[in-house]
Structure formats: structure tokens, C-alpha cells
């Protein structure tokens, strides 16, 4: 099948819109080159191409010069509907495409749903490429749509219904029929009506029903032979056959047959004088392409030249502006540094001094542990000591029993107790006698229960010692950890080692308990954890926490072991 006959509807529709003959003297305006439009418009309905087209290449020059793309995609519009009245639908094809990419840059969205019908027509009834051509449809009825363009609406319909049924897919095609014959008869065309009941009878006859295809045939046939619409009524007479051949009625297919071939005689007839007028205008199709192309060459020249100088100007401009900001960035990044540097610095000392002080606090809390531990087993516990063997020395003599002596020397023994264990909390006897390690297993030990088991594992002999000042700094360090780990972890299981690694002494600390997000944690006031950090740090240690939700902590400690000197 073809669409001929609509796609003049279609070139039409759109572009009769203002546009008379008249000789340009001067650079017209928009409004004389569409008058001028107007005038070529109506030669190619005459049949009159060659004179069409030669004034459409004219407008082109004008619309080009005016850069209106308007304009131009309507030239173009009209160059291929030349083409495409005359049956060169290669050439329609080729300026149907120019006309669309002008017209996506506009907003004109009759425009591009005339171009995209067109285009349309030309893949689905000449190429052939139904799936293209019926894409090229629903863009058109997008555009339609948005134009309120209710005629066209319908026209455009009518196409994908015709589109499917050629390639028998009538329930893909018959919603679109059935949209052609609600609103028909309010926005129609009678152009179309031929049409419209040829392909409601080609869809009941593919359904079967009888009755309502020779109903929309009869009155196809009925209707073409009162108007213009030739080729319809000879397409209708050709499915018709077909459907009768198909019921088995041979006699009326035949007659139907030679109305068929009568009436496509005369059109060939027709198209063959139209053909025969247009033979010379045959010979300059080409030529008249390549003067379109080179006016479009020399407008891009020129348009080359012009963006370029303006390009090089606005990148010059931009430099300097460009250059002076930065300029202007790089100063207040400069100062900005700066003042991080020294803010840097600042912080830098502050927490130095903080980290100082903290060291310092711990260290001579140490000392006054030391000494005062020291003191109290050297010299209170030996007086308290002495003084109880004195008074045992007088008890003992005396031939009668004193109660008050014998008070005094049990309170004298419980304070003696008392400060010998005062001396061992500050400092532990067996960090004192034994060493680091036996203390560490024993803190351990003393620390482990039904509900926590503190585990202690060394691959370091016990006997082996350090400085005194190094190991009550590792000590307090151990248990510390220790502590939080009985105050925090909600912990069953714990565990202390102690490893050499060269001249490092290796600490880990383990526990499964709850665990916490390192990237939120905040270290409390007092000897926590910040004053390990502060402590490891003053010793040129490492101290590493590895910690998750639900799974544990393992914080790892690493200081250097000072020389026996």
C-alpha cells in the first residue's frame, strides 16, 4: 500500500500559514521569506516543481543568512514534499532528515510532528522498515499531542493503524483504528474516509466476520466512487477480491480484480504524463543538491570564522579572569596555610605540654608510691614490729596477765598487717622481690572469676627483670587494662601477654566482649586510657586498638626496653 496521496495532506497542512511573489531586492525579513514559503508551496501543489523548487533553494539562502531555524526546517519540509509529490522518495528522505534536525532545535512541535509523519511514510510504505517507520509515527503523535492538534492526531493514527495491517499485525494496529473512527467524524478529513472503511473491512475480514466486512467494504467502494481518492478505491477493490477469493466467491473476486486493474490503469496513466513533465526536472536533481549543500557550506564558513574570532575573544577575556582569580585564590590559600601552620603548631605544643604534664603527674605519682611503699615497710612496719616484740617481752615477764598489754600488742600486730598491706598495694611485694612477670601472672590470677578468666601467657622466663622504674611503669600499665576490661567489656574471657621482639617489649591485651567503634570513642577523664596513650607516648611506644561491635577488643602495646645502663 502507499500514502501518496496523505503525505500531500500532511506537507500542506502545516505549511500554508502566511507566507506572495515578489523579487528580492534586499536581505527580505522573516515575514516576506514566509510569504515567499507560501508561493512555493502552492507551485508544488500545481505540479509545478521545478519552479518550486528553484524558489525553495532562494528562501533557503534567507533563512541560512537569518540563522531561523524555523525557517529553514520548513524549506526543507517543503524541498522533500517536491521531491516526494514527484515519487523520489530517496531524495524526500534525504531532506525530510535535514528538515528534522533544524527542527529539534526549535520549539515548535507542529513542525516536528509534520516532519516526523512524514519520515514516517517513507520507511513504513517505500523502505519498507516498518519498525522505524512506526517509531517515527509515535513521535509524531507525541508532538501532536502537545500541539493540540487534533486533525493531525488523527491522521497520524490512521498511518500505524495502515502501517500494522500491511504487516498483518491487526491487534497491535486496530486500537489506533478504533481511536480514526471514534473522533473521525468531528476532525476527519473526507479524504480519508475511503480509507478508514477499507481498513475497518480488512480487520472483521482477517476476524472473520462476514457481515461487518462486507458492510465496510461496500461502503468504501460506495464512497471512493463519488470522490477524488482513485488509488484508495482501487486498493479497496484489490482487498476486497482478496477477501472474496478467500470465502471461496471467485466470480465477484474476478470482477472486483478488473475494477482493480482498470483503475490502477489510469492512475499509472496519470502518474506516467506527471512523469513525463517532470522528466527534464529529473536531469537537475542532483545539480540543484549540491547548490543546497553549497549555500549551507558557505553560511558555515562564514559562521566558522565569526564563532572562532568570538570563541578566541571570550577565551581571552575568561584567561585574564581566570589568571586573576586564581591569583586571588592562591593569596588566601597562602594565608590560610599559614595561619594552619602556626595553628598547627600551637596545638602541636599544647599537647606536648599536656602529654608532659600527664608523664609527669604519672611518674611522680610512681615515685611518691615507691617511697612511701618503701617507707612504710622499712621503717613503720620494722617500728610496729619492734614495738610488739618489746611489749610480748614485758607480757611474758610479768607473773600476772595484763589485759590492756595484751590488747595493745593484738592491736599493735593488726596495724602492722594493715600498713604491710597498704605497702603492697602501692607497690606490689612481688614486683618488688620477683620481678615484673611473676607480678603480672599474680594480678592475673587474683583478678580472674566465675565470671571472668584473666588468662597471662609469656614466652619470657620469669626470672627475667628490668629496671625497677620500667617495670612498675609496665605493671600499673597491665593492670589498668585489666581494670577496664572488668569495668567495660562485659567480657568471659581475657587475656595478657608478654613478648620480646628485639629490644621491644610486646604487650596484648584480649577480650570477647562487647567491643566499641573506635571512630566514636572517647576516653575518659582520670588513668584510662588516655593515660596509657599519654604514658606509651612518653616511653616513644606504640598503642593500638582494634575493636568492633560485638566482637571483642585487642589493644596492642609496643615500647622500648631501656638499657641496663
Known amino acids: 500500500m502507499s500514502l501518496n496521496r496523505y503525505r500531500s495532506i500532511i506537507l500542506l497542512f502545516f505549511l500554508l500559514h502566511g507566507m506572495s511573489v515578489f523579487s528580492f531586492k534586499k536581505t527580505p525579513s522573516k515575514e516576506e521569506i514566509g510569504l515567499e514559503l507560501k508561493s512555493a508551496i502552492h507551485l508544488m501543489r500545481e505540479g509545478k516543481y521545478d519552479q518550486s523548487l528553484i524558489k525553495c533553494r532562494h528562501i533557503l539562502r534567507y533563512a541560512i543568512f537569518l540563522n531561523d531555524y524555523d525557517l529553514i526546517a520548513s524549506t526543507y519540509n517543503t524541498i522533500g514534499g517536491n521531491f516526494d509529490l514527484f515519487s523520489n522518495p530517496e531524495k524526500s528522505f534525504f531532506y525530510y ?69 500491511d504487516i498483518k499485525e491487526f491487534d497491535q494496529g486496530y486500537p489506533y483504528l478504533q481511536f480514526v473512527n471514534k473522533y473521525h467524524e468531528k476532525h476527519g478529513s473526507d479524504m480519508t474516509i475511503v480509507a478508514i472503511n477499507m481498513l475497518n473491512a480488512i480487520y472483521h ?11 465496510y467494504f461496500n461502503k468504501a467502494i460506495r464512497l471512493g466512487k463519488t470522490s477524488n481518492e482513485k488509488f484508495d478505491l482501487a486498493l479497496t477493490h484489490q482487498e476486497y477480491a482478496n477477501y472474496l477469493k478467500s470465502i471461496g466467491n471467485y466470480k465477484d473476486a474476478f470482477e472486483n480484480l478488473l475494477l482493480y486493474k482498470t483503475i490502477t490503469d489510469q492512475i499509472n496513466n496519470e502518474e506516467k504524463l506527471n512523469n513525463a513533465r517532470t522528466e527534464g526536472l529529473n536531469l537537475e536533481i542532483e545539480e540543484y543538491k549540491r547548490e543546497v549543500q553549497k549555500i549551507e557550506a558557505q553560511y558555515k564558513t562564514q559562521q566558522e570564522v565569526l564563532a572562532q574570532e568570538k570563541t578566541m575573544t571570550r577565551r581571552k577575556f575568561f584567561a585574564i579572569i581566570s589568571i586573576f582569580l586564581i591569583s586571588i585564590v592562591l593569596f588566601y590559600l597562602y594565608i590560610q596555610n599559614s595561619r594552619l601552620i602556626q595553628k598547627n603548631r600551637l596545638n602541636g605544643l599544647r599537647n606536648k605540654l599536656q602529654q608532659n604534664i600527664i608523664n609527669a ?34 607480757n611474758s615477764k610479768s607473773d600476772q596477765k595484763n589485759e590492756e598489754l595484751t590488747k595493745t600488742i593484738t592491736i599493735l600486730n593488726e596495724v602492722h598487717e594493715k600498713v604491710r598491706d597498704l605497702s603492697h598495694e602501692l607497690i606490689p611485694a612481688l614486683l618488688v622481690r620477683f620481678g615484673l612477670f611473676y607480678a603480672v601472672e ?17 614466652s619470657i622466663e620469669k626470672e627475667k627483670r628490668f629496671a625497677d622504674e620500667f617495670e612498675i611503669k609496665i605493671f600499673f600499665i597491665i593492670s589498668e587494662l585489666i581494670n577496664n576490661i572488668i569495668k567495660h567489656s562485659n567480657a568471659s574471657i581475657a587475656k595478657i601477654s608478654i ?38 607516648n612518653g616511653m616513644n611506644g606504640k598503642f593500638i586498638i582494634d575493636s568492633k561491635l560485638d566482637m571483642g577488643t585487642i589493644i596492642t602495646i609496643e615500647v622500648p626496653i631501656p638499657s641496663e645502663n
Open 97 to 165: 532528515n535535514k528538515g528534522l534536525m533544524y527542527a529539534n532545535k526549535t520549539k515548535d512541535s507542529k513542525l516536528k510532528n509534520l516532519l516526523h509523519n512524514n519520515l514516517g511514510n517513507i520507511y513504513c510504505f517505500d523502505k519498507k522498515e516498518y519498525k522505524k517507520g512506526i517509531n517515527h509515527y509515535k513521535k509524531s503523535l507525541e508532538y501532536s499531542a502537545i500541539a493540540k492538534d487534533s486533525s493531525q492526531l488523527l491522521l497520524t493514527n490512521l498511518n500505524i493503524a495502515w502501517a500494522f495491517f
Open 205 to 215: 475480514a482477517d476476524k472473520r466476520e462476514s457481515s461487518n466486512a462486507e458492510y
Open 361 to 394: 603527674t604519672l611518674t611522680g605519682q610512681e615515685m611518691e608510691r615507691k617511697k612511701i611503699a618503701y617507707f612504710l615497710h622499712d621503717n613503720i612496719s620494722a617500728l610496729l614490729s619492734t614495738a610488739g616484740i618489746h611489749l610480748s617481752i614485758i
Open 442 to 458: 599474680d594480678v592475673c590470677e587474683k583478678n580472674s572469676n566465675s565470671k571472668l578468666q584473666v588468662e597471662y601467657e609469656s
Open 499 to 536: 613478648d620480646l621482639n628485639q629490644d621491644q617489649l610486646q604487650i596484648k591485651a584480649f577480650d570477647n566482649g562487647k567491643g566499641f567503634d573506635t571512630k566514636q570513642f572517647n576516653t575518659a577523664e582520670g588513668f584510662g586510657i588516655n593515660q596509657i596513650k599519654s604514658r606509651i
